[in-house]
């Protein structure tokens, strides 16, 4: 099926002026990316433009824990593009994470999953368009800038439960003051857990009549994009972010898509497509991204795909790719 997935990103304004304020100018950063300086103007790039273009900054800033805390927290926010100003001007923290989660969808390539259980609220990252994680520096920042709406709009310092990251983030003790909690490197997944008290704590920066006139244009926004993407390109997105240790239903994906199973089913079968084939897609998609991961094994990539044993997903990998996982694995290496 053919993607309608704009591989287009919004560099904010507010990122050029926050390395600025760092010593770090724009066009060594565009040059040591390897792109054209027109980008800091323009500030529209694919994914992998963005990539470089962090990559870049934290090639310059030299360890990664640095760089995630200092733009963080140097980041004016006067300068926050429209969908974080509407997050930073929420009633309450709350609020302020799901107009985040929501609005996040229309700035690739990361998304942002959040679930609250007990005393927790685990934010998880995950990665549109691209099999690859983003840089380390990326990611941090992403989940830091989390943290920062938090502390700004509370006017409190908050501080989280546990960050986890996949990849190998510089100075932990660094990053461990600056989140105030533990943090753990080579995990499975990135993800923030807050405490989920904090989350009721109302919003010094609460603005309801700036909130009137945001939400209606970025709400109105996100419909039109969503619009142009199928039904099955939407829900093969929300198989790939609910996989993890089991198989998500037809009418669980109904609800998140605010319409009945049957409704879900007919629209599907107008694309010639099946709930059960964009299943089977999504685990081989999203197994082949996770073997290119030399630090995931083969038990781990069998839960993360969904599967309660490994013996399935050996089945299902020899009928996707006549081949094991093991020895798929090695011929990408060759």
Same mark, same amino acid.
């Given at each position: 099926?053919?993607?309608?997935?704009?591989?287009?990103?919004?560099?904010?304004?507010?990122?050029?002026?926050?390395?600025?304020?760092?010593?770090?100018?724009?066009?060594?950063?565009?040059?040591?990316?390897?792109?054209?300086?027109?980008?800091?103007?323009?500030? %529209?790039? =694919?994914?992998? $433009?963005?990539?470089?273009?962090?990559?870049?900054?934290?090639?310059?800033?030299?360890?990664?824990? +640095?760089?995630?805390?200092?733009?963080?927290?140097?980041?004016?926010?006067?300068?926050?593009?429209?969908?974080?100003?509407?997050?930073?001007?929420? *009633?309450?923290?709350?609020?302020?994470? #799901?107009?985040?989660?929501?609005?996040?969808?229309?700035?690739?390539? $990361?998304?942002? *999953?959040?679930?609250?259980?007990?005393?927790?609220?685990?934010?998880?990252?995950?990665?549109?368009?691209?099999?690859?994680?983003?840089?380390?520096?990326?990611?941090?920042?992403?989940?830091?800038?989390?943290?920062?709406?938090?502390?700004?709009?509370?006017?409190?310092?908050?501080?989280?439960?546990?960050?986890?990251?996949?990849?190998?983030?510089?100075?932990?003790?660094?990053?461990?003051?600056?989140?105030?909690?533990?943090?753990?490197?080579?995990? =499975?997944?990135? *993800?923030?857990?807050? #405490?989920?008290?904090?989350?009721?704590?109302?919003?010094?920066?609460? @603005?309801? +009549?700036?909130?009137?006139?945001?939400?209606?244009?970025?709400?109105?926004?996100?419909?039109?994009?969503?619009?142009?993407?199928?039904?099955?390109? &939407?829900?093969?997105?929300?198989?790939?972010?609910?996989?993890?240790?089991?198989?998500?239903?037809?009418?669980? %994906?109904?609800?998140?898509? =605010?319409?009945?199973? *049957?409704?879900?089913?007919? &629209?599907?079968? $107008?694309?010639?497509?099946?709930?059960?084939?964009?299943?089977?897609?999504?685990?081989?998609?999203?197994?082949?991204?996770?073997?290119?991961?030399?630090?995931?094994?083969?038990?781990?990539?069998?839960?993360?795909?969904?599967?309660?044993?490994? @013996?399935?997903?050996?089945?299902?990998?020899?009928?996707?790719?006549?081949?094991?996982?093991? @020895?798929?694995?090695?011929?990408?290496?060759?």
């Amino acid at each position: 099926m053919k993607s309608h997935v704009t591989d287009r990103i919004k560099i904010p304004a507010g990122f050029w002026a926050g390395l600025d304020q760092l010593g770090i100018a724009a066009h060594v950063v565009a040059r040591k990316a390897q792109l054209p300086l027109t980008v800091i103007v323009d500030s %529209v790039v =694919n994914t992998a $433009e963005y990539f470089a273009i962090w990559q870049a900054y934290a090639d310059l800033i030299g360890d990664t824990a +640095e760089g995630i805390i200092k733009l963080a927290t140097i980041f004016e926010t006067s300068k926050y593009p429209p969908t974080v100003l509407a997050t930073y001007h929420a *009633r309450d923290y709350r609020d302020a994470l #799901h107009r985040m989660a929501r609005y996040k969808q229309q700035c690739p390539p $990361e998304s942002i *999953r959040m679930t609250e259980q007990d005393e927790r609220c685990t934010i998880e990252l995950e990665w549109l368009q691209s099999v690859q994680p983003g840089p380390p520096l990326l990611v941090g920042i992403t989940l830091a800038c989390l943290m920062e709406i938090g502390r700004r709009g509370t006017g409190h310092p908050l501080t989280a439960q546990l960050v986890e990251f996949s990849q190998d983030m510089g100075d932990v003790q660094a990053l461990e003051q600056y989140f105030g909690c533990p943090v753990r490197v080579a995990a =499975n997944t990135n *993800r923030l857990i807050l #405490h989920r008290g904090d989350l009721d704590r109302p919003f010094l920066s609460y @603005n309801e +009549e700036l909130l009137e006139i945001l939400t209606p244009v970025l709400d109105q926004s996100l419909d039109e994009q969503q619009r142009t993407r199928s039904i099955g390109e &939407r829900v093969k997105w929300i198989l790939k972010r609910s996989l993890t240790g089991g198989r998500p239903d037809v009418q669980t %994906v109904a609800k998140e898509l =605010n319409m009945s199973d *049957r409704t879900l089913q007919r &629209r599907l079968t $107008e694309e010639s497509t099946s709930f059960k084939h964009l299943l089977t897609q999504a685990r081989h998609e999203q197994a082949l991204a996770y073997l290119a991961d030399p630090k995931l094994d083969i038990k781990e990539v069998a839960f993360l795909t969904g599967y309660e044993d490994q @013996n399935s997903f050996y089945r299902a990998f020899r009928i996707w790719e006549d081949d094991t996982p093991s @020895n798929w694995r090695v011929r990408q290496e060759c």
